[in-house]
Nanobody, 124 residues
Framework: QVQLVESGGGLVQAGGSLRLSCAAS????????MNWFRQAPGKEREFVAA????????YYADSAKSRFTISRDNAKNMMYLQMNSLKPEDTAVYYC?????????????????WGKGTQVTVSS
């Protein structure tokens, strides 16, 4: 099972940018689809973005399209989420998640490994 550790969260003003990173341990990273989810206070965890095993295919929630970019570097066992034009409603804990199958809209039941999350706070 792969272990996942997120970093890069923080406090940013609306309109700003952040880059989240997810470091994976283990030799199976390149055989896993990778995803970002987020959970705002009082809300359910929701899908943000997904990337296929080799990074050829990427998928986004409507809220992330045109503002967020997911990427991965299999040689470094890393995944990233570049977030631009941030809005207060993007405030949430962001989770890195691995799945066996690449899907355009993975649900939580598809996830086999979760990171502990990194807090993103966007001030207005």
């Amino acid at each position: 099972q792969v272990q996942l550790v997120e970093s890069g969260g923080g406090l940013v003003q609306a309109g700003g940018s952040l880059r989240l990173s997810c470091a994976a341990s283990g030799r199976t990273f390149s055989s896993l689809a990778m995803n970002w989810f987020r959970q705002a206070p009082g809300k359910e965890r929701e899908f943000v973005a997904a990337i296929s095993l080799r990074g050829v295919n990427t998928y986004y929630a409507d809220s992330a399209k045109s503002r967020f970019t997911i990427s991965r570097d299999n040689a470094k066992n890393m995944m990233y989420l570049q977030m631009n034009s941030l809005k207060p409603e993007d405030t949430a804990v962001y989770y890195c998640a691995a799945s066996q199958v690449s899907k355009a809209r993975p649900s939580q039941v598809d996830i086999t490994s979760w990171g502990k999350g990194t807090q993103v706070t966007v001030s207005s």
